[in-house]
């Protein structure tokens, strides 16, 4: 499968939703009216690497980032600029000795004007604004940052498209019986090179850039919920799993472990449906060396192997047991020495499925002149679901938890 070019466009955002029914249980109230949106624009971007960077007039280290313009037909045009540059210093902590970010803090249009003069078959564009800017400086090593506002910034780019135009894809959509949302983003785009200059901060040339038109659309059907359930089965295959945090004694204290667990079940896709544990585990203690140091002591418990695994298709419960030989890791917090070992270890997992069946799919493709088509497809039903998990001696309640079928991606 080829890898995709140039923009992309953004994933698309989809969620499950639910139909209301009249209070009074005599009659149902018909589902509201599906709600569609549909979104059109132009976008002109210069894309500054550290091959190539921003040359500040201030004669310190070039800036890397993205200048954008888009044109929202019927809509606003608003620029998107993100500068960042830090020096080759480093403090203790690694970090930078000093560090600057100019930003537009997201779309900006004041206070104006903004325009783009863009070629409908994306071979020129060249776009004027002026807007606000907010620089963010730090000497690093702890030192504050310091917030300085640059208003009323001349920005302006000039981009010339150098590749065949090309035409991307993503849609979405996540369902639960007869409740749906769906959204689509397809565009047309070429890849290129452009220059950039940004007010009092400096100019750039001959940078990697892009020309785009974009049509975005979006069907509702009720009211989505914020996130579906998310998937752990292998393509073809089911999986459940369970997570849980556990600690034992008063936060921070000395003695005080903290346990974090993530069990894995899967079975994979036929004819193999081979079943299959995962088990990870983090305790991390409180620890008192003695050289007066409090310090975090962290033990990991990781590994896989064959289990036994039962998750029917409806998705309404999962459990798995085995013996797992996890490796185990401890790194002494006060002298940096680490032991390891191999220990046998039971684990058990049990779920049952809390919320209804929701569907999510996603669909990618590329059409590239001469070059051929790219097609991706990835569909998963999952549940949320509550249960207990055990390792070891350890048991606790699952406070995050799904189980999931997943089908096999189609791609070509």
Not at 60 to 89: I, K
Request: charged share 20%; glycine share 12%.
């Amino acid at each position: 499968m080829g890898k995709l070019r140039g923009a992309g466009v953004a994933a698309a955002v989809a969620g499950a939703v639910m139909v209301s029914l009249a209070a009074s249980g005599a009659w149902a109230a018909p589902p509201a009216r599906p709600v569609t949106t549909e979104l059109r624009s132009f976008q002109a971007a210069v894309n500054i690497g550290p091959d190539n960077p921003l040359l500040p007039d201030d004669g310190g280290p070039g800036y890397v980032g993205s200048v954008s313009v888009l044109e929202v037909l019927g809509g606003a045009t608003s620029v998107n600029v993100f500068l960042s540059r830090g020096s080759e210093d480093e403090c203790p902590d690694g970090g930078p000795v000093s560090s600057s970010t100019i930003t537009t803090g997201g779309d900006a249009t004041l206070p104006g004007p903004v325009t783009l003069d863009i070629n409908r078959r994306l071979r020129t564009a060249h776009a004027d604004a002026v807007v606000d800017l907010q620089m963010v400086t730090t000497e690093g090593c702890g030192t504050p940052e310091v917030s300085t506002p640059v208003p009323a910034q001349h920005v302006s780019i000039d981009v010339t498209g150098t590749s065949v135009r090309f035409r991307t894809g993503v849609t979405g959509s996540v369902s639960s019986g007869a409740d749906v949302s769906r959204s689509s983003s397809v565009d047309l785009s070429r890849d290129g090179f452009g220059s950039a200059t940004v007010g009092e901060v400096g100019a750039v040339e001959e940078s990697a850039a892009f020309l785009r038109y974009a049509e975005q659309r979006t069907f509702t059907r009720g009211t989505p919920p914020t996130e579906p359930p998310a998937n752990v089965a292998p393509a073809g295959g089911t999986g459940a799993e369970g997570r849980f945090t556990l600690v034992e004694g008063p936060e921070g204290e000395i003695g005080t472990v903290t346990h974090d667990v993530i069990l894995t079940a899967t079975v994979s896709a036929p004819p193999e449906r081979a079943e299959t544990i995962t088990a990870d585990v983090i305790e991390t203690t409180v620890v008192a060396c003695p050289d007066g140091r409090t310090l975090e002591e962290e033990v990991t418990l990781r590994g896989d192997g064959p289990g036994t695994v039962d998750i029917p298709g409806d998705l309404a419960r999962a459990s798995a047991h085995g013996t797992l030989d996890l490796a185990r890791t401890r790194v002494d917090a006060c002298t940096g020495e680490e032991t390891s070992a191999v220990v046998p270890t039971p684990v058990a997992l049990a779920l049952d499925g809390t919320g209804p069946a929701v569907r999510v799919e996603d669909t990618r493709f590329q059409v590239v002149p001469r070059q051929g088509r790219t097609f991706t497809r990835n569909a998963y039903t999952a549940r949320d679901a509550a249960g207990q998990l055990t390792v070891g001696d350890m048991t606790g309640d699952a406070q995050l938890a799904s189980i999931s079928q997943a089908a096999l991606t189609v791609s070509e």
